[in-house]
């Protein structure tokens, strides 16, 4: 995209006016002095607003400024000494700072060192577990669970993460509680339950077969407190099930649809080279979902499993840990979007405690190959979003817990090989992308006019080799979701009011 088109058609941003927003240049260095915008509050982390503060927060006025000495617009070049105009929740206009136009000079304003949009992990799973088991997911009360989330969903928002993609959880769920204002945290896009074959990766080897479909079945359940379709995992064989699979799950509320079609490392007993579902299957899983306006997202390690999602027409390939130049010409053709999952890979083969003995021997072995098919996919120029995979609710202090997201974009550069730039786009404007064109996708991503005002500030350049910022939620100064302000300094960190 060029500069013409992320800006606005505002006088003082056309082209031929000299003190307009420049692109950076290659170094994207910032003058010193942005380095240290808060000094006096360096010892002090950015705070979330409380509950009652935030949705009020900026209620007294409905237009105000972001002056940001760096904007990295989500895609395109980064400019500098911008003004970012928020009206409502939306970005009305963007200007040279030196040529803001009067009628603008008096509205509240905030300055930050520099601006992005808010992040997306596009792989969640908002399940309330203290592990990866899935036996105690299925066992646990859904109270328990809920009561889990309401901190990892704040944790997810004040680490720059103003949208999710859920892949199987209660998403849908927590989603309502945070839209009604009862919780702080990120805007939500979920598939409700992913959907398994029996003796699928959604299955739950250790506990028998009746008692699982009799939970997560899409007929009448009994032995907990789901309804069909209302749990994190769907069981579904033949055409007809998995017909009704989409149906229930599309009934719930789901914003995308999730199937395994490969077998997978944290169930026990299944296989993640050998392809799960049948490919007639398959395709009705994807007829089902897009003519309700949704896409599918496809679960799946190895080569056959890949390429019989590619087949079905599935929207997005998660994990593709076995990958190879025919998957990606195929998924370039489709136009599917790679989702790696890297954090899982990354921070999984360090905690055997969170896994069985069986899953964590196929998380070792599937990690031998995840990174070449990662390399492949970014030299190739497949489509690409960051997500994580990331599933774990307590302690919040673990390494795979809900909220510890940003590290995906230090792996994207440090074992991907993106660019910074191309990795923050991966992290921004590529999110809404992997919900398609149905009608799922929100605008947002991108810091441009008409687009959703989910921002993000911080207090250094990330592309001068700094992507490890994004690592620690502390170094996430400012949040704004829909045009509210959720995370700010102390003292606040505003010009004028
Ligand atoms: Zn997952």
């Known amino acids: 995209m060029t500069r013409r088109q992320i800006l606005s058609p505002q006088p003082s941003t056309s082209l031929s006016d000299n003190k307009s927003p420049q692109p950076d240049d290659a170094s994207h260095s910032l003058p010193s002095s942005v380095h240290h915008a808060y000094p006096e509050q360096e010892e002090a982390s950015p705070q979330p607003l409380s509950l009652s503060q ?3 927060a900026l209620a007294k006025h409905s237009t105000h400024l972001i002056n940001a000495e760096l904007l990295i617009p989500g895609r395109g070049k980064p400019m500098t000494h911008v003004t970012v105009v928020i009206k409502d929740d939306k970005i009305q206009e963007i200007h040279s700072t030196a040529s803001l136009p009067a009628h603008l000079q008096s509205l509240p304003s905030t300055k930050v060192p520099v601006l992005l949009p808010g992040l997306w992990d596009c792989h969640t799973h908002l399940l309330g577990s203290k592990s990866f088991n899935f036996g105690p997911i299925l066992l646990d009360s859904t109270a328990t669970a809920g009561a889990r989330l309401a901190i990892n969903v704040q944790d997810i928002l004040m ?12 998403a849908i769920e927590l989603a309502q509680a945070i839209e009604e204002g009862s919780l702080i945290g990120p805007h939500i896009y979920s598939a409700g339950a992913a959907i398994s074959q029996t003796s699928g990766h959604g299955d739950v080897f250790d506990l028998p077969s009746g008692f699982v479909t009799s939970c997560l079945g ?14 994190p995992l769907l069981i579904a064989d033949g055409i007809d099930e998995v017909r009704r699979a989409v149906r229930l799950l599309t009934r719930r509320g789901a914003k995308c649809i999730k199937v395994f079609s490969s077998g997978g490392v944290l169930s026990i007993a299944d296989d993640p080279l050998r392809q799960q579902f049948s490919l007639d299957e398959l395709r009705v899983i994807v007829e089902e979902a897009n003519r309700a306006g949704r896409v599918v997202a496809a679960h799946c390690h190895g080569k056959v499993g890949i390429m019989a999602a590619l087949h079905a027409g599935v929207h997005t390939i998660e994990h593709g840990t076995y990958m190879d130049e025919e998957c990606v010409e195929l998924m370039k053709k489709n136009g599917v979007v790679y989702v790696p999952t890297r954090t899982i890979v990354k921070v999984g083969v360090d905690h055997p405690e969170l896994m069985s003995p069986e899953s964590y021997k196929k998380m070792l072995e599937t990690a031998k190959h995840h990174l070449a098919a990662y390399r492949l996919a970014v030299k190739s120029g497949v489509k690409i979003a960051l997500g994580t995979d990331l599933g774990i609710s307590t302690p919040t202090t673990h390494p795979l817990a809900l909220g510890k997201s940003g590290g995906e974009l230090t792996y994207a550069v440090s074992d991907g090989g993106m660019t910074p730039l191309l990795a923050i786009e991966a992290a921004t404007a ?11 996708a929100p605008k947002t991503g991108i810091i441009a006019p008409g687009y959703d005002a989910d921002l993000i500030a911080l ?4 592309l001068d080799d700094k992507m490890d910022l994004f690592k620690d939620p502390a170094n996430i100064t400012h949040v704004w979701k829909s045009g509210k302000l959720f995370k700010r300094p102390p003292s606040g960190g505003r010009d004028s009011s």
Not at 164 to 169: A, F, N, T, V
């Open 54 to 56: 935030a949705p009020t």
């Open 159 to 170: 680490s720059g993460f103003t949208s999710i993609r859920d892949l199987g959880g209660f």
């Open 218 to 231: 899409v007929r009448d359940t009994q032995a907990n407190n789901f309804a069909p379709g209302h749990g």
């Open 430 to 440: 590529m999110g809404p992308e992997v919900l398609g064109d149905l009608g799922m």
């Open 459 to 462: 207090p250094e350049d990330p």
